[in-house]
């Protein structure tokens, strides 16, 4: 069994490092991206700190709690599409049939079907993340949690477009549900929580989970505590066995489009 999982995960990191590879052919269109995407993320920065310098506090959030929070927001939607673009276009590669080349590799469909590609911004993202990080105070302590929350929610978060996605094995236009489901993810996320309350607060630890993704994290950061780190690891768990049973209970359904598509 553990054999098998570390053979999964080698042919994983296998195909990443490949896609890697792929896109950096170019060098001037990779690099160019990478930057264009941390200067797109530097410009929302600028408009926080108009904001600070009419108001000191917004939703119980200071500058630097605001920096930290875009941080960790860039590095979780840095990490998820940069090593599982294909996560979130998983709809398309069901409607469209195109499943068929990884039912036939012997190894994990999902895993095969999410990690074929990556998305050259998303590295500005998580380059971004760590500038935030420095600018608001390097530890060691603090950058071993931030890369450990980075993950963990890149975990989530590419687990919920899963799930999500993986709706499609039921329902047709079902992709509208999982486009919808992660601009909310992004969209939230980049506020503060404090100003959010009742019922939009729920949601924000139901249906959209970004408090698990971001605000958790950022309160362990900010203080912490053990029991809330134990809480996340615990969530990630639940949210990676949950994407896998939805995938594989819809893959039962699928119907194959014929497509003979070599994969290398």
Do not use: H
Not at 19 to 45: C, D, G, P, Q, Y
Not at 49 to 69: E, M
Not at 83 to 93: C, E, G, V
Not at 163 to 191: C, E, H, R, V
């Amino acid at each position: 069994m553990l054999t098998e999982v570390k053979n999964q995960f080698k042919i994983s990191f296998l195909s990443i490092k490949y896609a890697i590879m792929r896109e950096m052919l170019n060098k001037v269109t990779f690099t160019t991206n990478v930057l264009f995407m941390i200067l797109n993320n530097a410009s929302f920065i600028i408009q926080w700190i108009i904001f600070f310098s009419l108001k000191k506090n917004i939703g119980g959030y200071g500058l630097k709690q605001v920096l930290l929070l875009w941080g960790l927001t860039s590095g979780v939607y840095g990490f998820s599409r940069f090593f599982f673009k294909k996560a979130f276009s998983l709809s398309d590669t069901i409607n469209n049939g195109k499943l068929d080349s990884y039912l036939v590799q012997p190894k994990n469909v999902l895993l095969s079907a999410i990690t074929t590609d990556v998305e050259a911004s998303a590295l500005g993202d998580l380059l971004y993340a760590y500038i935030i990080l420095f600018v608001y105070g390097f530890t060691i302590p603090r950058f071993i949690l931030f890369t450990l929350f980075v993950a963990l929610g890149g975990i989530i978060v590419t687990s919920i477009s899963v799930i999500l996605s993986s709706l499609s094995f039921w329902f047709q236009k079902s992709d509208l549900i999982a486009d919808t489901g992660n601009s909310l993810m992004i969209n939230f996320s980049t506020y503060p929580d404090g100003i959010f309350k009742g019922l939009v607060k729920i949601l924000l630890y139901t249906l959209v989970p970004v408090g698990f993704v971001i605000y958790l994290p950022l309160k362990v950061m900010l203080k912490f505590k053990l029991s809330l780190l134990l809480l996340l690891l615990l969530i990630t768990i639940l949210f990676i066995t949950f994407a896998f049973i939805v995938f594989f209970k819809g893959l039962k359904r699928y119907s194959s489009s014929n497509l003979m598509i070599a994969r290398i």
